[in-house]
């Protein structure tokens, strides 16, 4: 799927069975959450906190990506609603990246080991 097709699949989802968006605020409140989540995942399963209940580590690494889809989800409603093209801003940013970064991360000495 790409980037462009996810914007017209997630508001025909919104439009058929969301009814309709929330709004920008909200939608940016809900996207925070989901972020949390992820990141609460990512603390488990990469850093050093531990889970709570066995039987939540054992469904964390498919539960990771879901949630990752949750932001992914939400991202591309206030897209929508803002009237952004993703695939295009991505493109330009890349470029940015490209061209700022040039040689900022090949003369950083932490990221060579």
Same mark, same amino acid.
């Given at each position: 799927?790409?980037?462009?097709? @996810?914007?017209? /699949?997630?508001?025909?989802?919104?439009?058929?069975?969301?009814?309709?968006?929330?709004? !920008?605020?909200?939608?940016?409140?809900?996207?925070?959450?989901? &972020?949390?989540?992820?990141?609460?995942?990512?603390?488990?399963?990469?850093?050093?906190? +531990?889970?709570?209940?066995? /039987?939540?580590?054992?469904?964390?690494?498919?539960?990771?990506?879901? !949630?990752?889809?949750? &932001?992914?989800? &939400?991202?591309?409603?206030? @897209?929508?609603?803002?009237?952004?093209?993703?695939?295009?801003?991505?493109?330009?940013?890349?470029?940015?990246?490209?061209?700022?970064?040039? /040689?900022?991360?090949?003369?950083?000495?932490?990221? +060579? +080991?």
């Amino acid at each position: 799927m790409t980037i462009k097709t @996810a914007q017209k /699949e997630v508001d025909n989802w919104i439009q058929t069975i969301g009814i309709r968006y929330y709004n !920008e605020l909200t939608n940016m409140a809900i996207l925070t959450e989901e &972020v949390g989540e992820v990141a609460r995942l990512m603390s488990r399963l990469y850093g050093e906190q +531990s889970f709570k209940r066995k /039987e939540d580590a054992i469904n964390a690494k498919g539960k990771l990506g879901d !949630e990752m889809a949750d &932001v992914l989800f &939400v991202l591309i409603c206030l @897209a929508n609603q803002t009237g952004i093209d993703l695939t295009e801003a991505l493109e330009k940013n890349l470029i940015k990246k490209s061209i700022r970064d040039k /040689e900022r991360h090949a003369n950083n000495d932490k990221l +060579s +080991s």
